[in-house]
Each structure stands twice: as structure tokens, then as C-alpha cells.
């Protein structure tokens, strides 16, 4: 007799990809929501989540790699000039 459910090799997939949906969407899904959504729009969204997140950490890297000027572990220093000048008193 055939089975229509989820096996045993689909499972940890879904819930990993539930979670990865309730986790990320930082509070835009609820965990019964992602888990009774049809397949094609969990799988639409949790595409685009992923999409996002990957252009966010190649826009950070680029950020980071743009502004290394400066020799790595250096920190950044403003680049500050007073505008006032001050004497040594010769008392």
C-alpha cells in the first residue's frame, strides 16, 4: 500500500526550510503559517529570503573590502584638524 505523506528524507529538509523562513522573515511568519503554506509559494519565498540575504552580504563585503585602504586590523582613525593654534608660553 503506497503512502502519501512526507519521508523520512523530506522532512528534515522542510522543517529546516520552515525554519529558515520563520527565522529570517524576523517576524513576518509564524511557524504554522510557512508549514500550511502551498509548496510553490514556500518555495518562492524562501527563495527570495535566501536572495535577499545574499546580496546583503555581498553588499558588506564590498563595503568592507572597498574601505580596507588602510592596512587590516588597523582602526580607523577621522581625519580632524583643529582649526586653532596653540604656543608654548616662554615663562
Known sequence: MA???LTQEYRPSLFTQIHEIVFHGKGGYDWDTV???PIWL???TFQKIKEFYEEQNKA???AYNSSSNK???ELARPNI???YSTK???K
Open 3 to 5: 503512502f502519501f505523506g
Open 35 to 37: 508549514y500550511n503554506m
Open 42 to 44: 514556500r518555495k518562492w
Open 60 to 62: 558588506n563585503k564590498k
Open 71 to 73: 592596512k587590516r586590523g
Open 81 to 83: 584638524k583643529p582649526s
Open 88 to 90: 608654548a608660553s616662554n
